[in-house]
């Protein structure tokens, strides 16, 4: 089975600090992303990226980056966070070619004070 | 830019019984994918059902079905049978054939609640 880990289930920060969150995929898929989750507005794709050292920003890229340096780990980096980056924050992977499902982590519920 | 969109923030059914989640998309393209994400409380998004535009056959999955009219851009969900496993929100999405680095457009989301 794939499996797509995420480091934290639950994190709080204070505004202004430097988050990281890490999202691992042991199945090799070429495809990673993520999303952020709010109520009511479903899921917002923030950062995709289809390959090492590859990276797109997706709708809602603002206030984020991401780094890819091996296949299987990528990261997204909040370098200053703000209160409203309080969210569900998802990882998914996937195979290439539109018809591959994406699978998920569990997500990172993040808390900014 | 595509949207989707889920009319009910909430549904809800009686176990056994049937229910449908509506889901509209607005897009210009002929040739796309749509698929149906169930995410149960605190647990992992999964997969439910996929359909591919260009073909007319509804898709299938166990007690999972959808309908997929393509003229007026609509993809429901059909739960037949519904079980209390069912509880979860549900997500519509859509992703462009043309879109070279398969990303999903998702809707708002249907939490589905089961009544036993």
């Known amino acids: 089975d794939v499996k797509v880990t995420q480091s934290s289930r639950y994190l709080v920060k204070r505004t202004g600090e430097k988050v990281f969150l890490e999202c691992v995929q042991d199945?090799?898929?070429?495809?990673m992303f993520w999303y952020r989750q709010d109520p009511g507005l479903g899921l917002r794709l923030i950062y995709f990226s289809y390959d090492v050292k590859m990276k797109e920003k997706g709708d809602i890229p603002e206030g984020y980056s991401v780094s890819r340096e091996k296949k299987e780990r990528f990261s997204l980096i909040l370098e200053s966070a703000s209160t409203n980056q309080t969210s569900m924050y998802l990882c998914?992977?996937?195979?290439?070619?539109?018809?591959?499902?994406?699978?998920f982590g569990p997500g990172t519920r993040l808390t900014v004070l | 830019a595509q949207t989707v969109t889920q009319s009910q923030p909430e549904m809800s059914v009686q176990e056994a019984e049937t229910v449908t989640l509506s889901c509209t998309y607005d897009t210009s393209e002929s040739d796309y994918y749509l698929f149906w994400y169930k995410q149960p409380p605190s647990r992992q998004m999964i997969l439910v059902i996929r359909?591919?535009?260009?073909?007319?056959q509804n898709a299938t999955e166990n007690r999972f079905s959808v309908n997929f009219q393509k003229a007026a851009k609509s993809f429901s969900l059909k739960i037949s049978d519904s079980q209390l496993g069912d509880a979860a929100m549900y997500f519509c999405a859509y992703r462009s054939a043309l879109n070279a680095g398969n990303m999903l457009t998702f809707g708002g989301g249907t939490r589905l609640m089961v009544k036993p």
């Open positions: 359909q591919e535009a260009y073909k007319q």
């Open positions: 998914a992977s996937s195979m290439g070619g539109p018809y591959n499902e994406q699978f």
């Open positions: 199945m090799d898929h070429e495809n």
